[in-house]
Nanobody, 126 residues
């Protein structure tokens, strides 16, 4: 049974940093990523990385501030979030999938991923 356990969320001031972790068990996957959902908004793609780490995608709003990485030995994906802004406030969800189209640019739809974590709250105060 696949299980995704997220950690690292919390409250931080504008300009601060947080690192989210997501430990996967019950399988290995071709791609790992993060989505987020702010109050009253649609869930949106944030970042994704291939199992090898050779392919990485970010939504434009986090480029240069967030870094996604993987530790294959631990089957864990991380999201380092720097220079946080109030608009980054959201519940962040870890996702994993096996979509072969990931490598050709299909990566930002909810249906591109097979399993979802329970979510972790990130709140950035102004």
């Amino acid at each position: 049974q696949v299980q995704l356990v997220e950690s690292g969320g919390g409250l931080v001031q504008t300009g601060g940093s947080l690192r989210l972790s997501c430990a996967a068990s019950g399988g290995t996957f071709s791609q790992y990523g993060w989505f987020r959902q702010a109050p009253g908004k649609e869930r949106e793609f944030v970042a994704a990385i291939s199992w090898s780490g050779s392919v990485i995608y970010y939504v434009d709003s986090v480029k240069g501030r967030f870094t996604i990485s993987r530790d294959n030995a631990k089957n864990t994906v991380y999201l380092q979030m720097n220079s946080l802004k109030p608009e980054d406030t959201a519940v962040y969800y870890c996702v994993v999938g096996t979509n072969p189209a990931f490598y050709s640019g299909t990566y930002d739809r909810r249906r591109d991923y097979d399993y979802w974590g329970q979510g972790t709250q990130v709140t950035v105060s102004s």
